[in-house]
């Protein structure tokens, strides 16, 4: 069975940079697309970043330029580079996956926080 663990949030200033990991217990990782969701208090949860099974990605308007998705089949992980980041990206950042692009079928994990704060 799967399970995902965020990890490498934190408390940062202002045009700062965070990278975050998540990493699969499973053997199938390589099988799904995988996503990056955050959520801030108060609003619904939403995609920040995507990557297919071969390594296409995808974006949401809010961070294109400034974030990165990445992955290393062999470690089971997928990356979510975080630069230039601002106040409003200050969320619990969580991954989840699925057979096609921004599917979410798998158990979520308990995320990581990401403060951007002076």
């Known amino acids: 069975q799967v399970q995902l663990v965020e990890s490498g949030g934190g408390l940062v200033q202002p045009g700062g940079s965070l990278r975050l990991s998540c990493t699969d217990s499973?053997?199938?990782?390589?099988?799904?697309?995988m996503g990056w969701y955050r959520q801030a208090p108060g609003k619904q949860r939403e995609l920040v970043a995507a990557?297919?099974?071969?390594?296409?990605?995808n974006y949401a308007d809010s961070v294109k330029g400034r974030f990165t998705i990445s992955r290393d089949n062999a470690k089971n992980t997928v990356y979510l580079q975080m630069n230039s980041l601002k106040p409003e990206d200050t969320a619990v950042y969580y991954c989840?996956?699925?057979?096609?692009?921004?599917?979410?079928?798998?158990?979520w994990g308990q995320g990581t926080q990401v403060t951007v704060s002076s």
């Open positions: 499973g053997s199938i990782f390589s099988i799904y697309a």
């Open positions: 989840n996956g699925g057979l096609k692009l921004m599917q979410t079928i798998l158990d």
């Open positions: 990557i297919t099974q071969g390594g296409s990605t």
